[in-house]
């Protein structure tokens, strides 16, 4: 073996406004994120590969239903959950996704089984959840996936709509989990996985299933995983973007990616933000909306979580 792990994650950046987090709540984000951060770490301190922590690291996510997949996805606008996930190995760019399942427990399981047992990157609904059923992954019942507060969540955003009292609560438009991580021997990889936005047309899908756009793994640059208004960052290739900075304009981890959150989704007129580690080991996390769940770990060296602008 040779250097240190690196492993950073996220709940997404549609975190609820300051003036709304209660301090019991904030307790059980942070514990939450404590739990899937132990998850990718158990793999890569036994020497384990980056592909395995990330997907470790997002299974655990998907299990805690206070973030937007797996047991916590948001509903459709016609009371659905419809999950989108994706996992990309830096080691030769292999990468799997789902789009639009409902029944596995985990997505993210989903999106390894398109990556490691067909020829195809990016499939959706039946189809997909074929590959999940050949591969034996666990199937739940809609009442493992049902929570009152999305529930909730979906009728006061279509009394808000009938009202015309929408606002711009960045909780509802957007959430999202991910991870990224470097392994002891420089292997980088991303995973991501979501239930997408509260009260969204069927069929919609966003970013995080789209490699480049909201996922993206290369030894040689980086790993990123994002989170955010993903009509946007579809539209920036945000992953891809930062990927591309580094390689063509040797452009650092840091700047990439400060860059293109700071000011190209500023700009945009998006809001959101990433986790990204570089082939090195360093880990960055930019936002530019009130916070982002998010943990990180350097081989037991720097540990922590965060919701807000505090670390």
Known sequence: MSGVFSLAIHGGAGVLQPDRMTPERAAA???????????????LARDGTALDAVAAAVCALEDEPLFNAGRGAVFTRDGRQEMDAAIMDGTDRRAG?????????NPILAARAVMENTGHVLMIGDGALDVAREAAL????????????RWDALQDTLR??????????????????????????GGLAAATSTGGMTAKRSGRVGDSPVIGAGTFADNASCAVSATGDGEVFLRLCVAHEIDARMR???????????EVIMRDLTTAG???????????????????C??????????????????YREA
């Open 97 to 105: 996704a789902v789009a639009g399942i409902f029944g596995p427990k």
């Open 270 to 288: 998006g809001s959101g933000g990433l986790i990204a580690v570089d082939r090195h080991g360093a880990i960055v996390m930019p936002f530019n």
């Open 248 to 258: 063509l304009a040797q452009m650092s981890l840091d700047c990439a990616a400060e």
């Open 29 to 43: 984000c942070n514990a939450a994120l404590d739990r899937a951060l132990t998850a990718g770490e158990a793999v």
């Open 160 to 185: 808000m709509e009938r009202d015309g009292a929408l606002d711009d609560d960045p909780s509802r438009r957007h959430g999202t989990v991910g991870a990224v991580a470097r392994d002891r021997n």
């Open 138 to 149: 666990d199937f739940r019942p809609p009442e493992y996936f049902f929570t009152r507060e």
């Open 290 to 307: 009130d916070g982002m769940y998010r943990g990180w770990s350097e081989d037991g060296r720097n540990r922590g979580t965060a919701i």
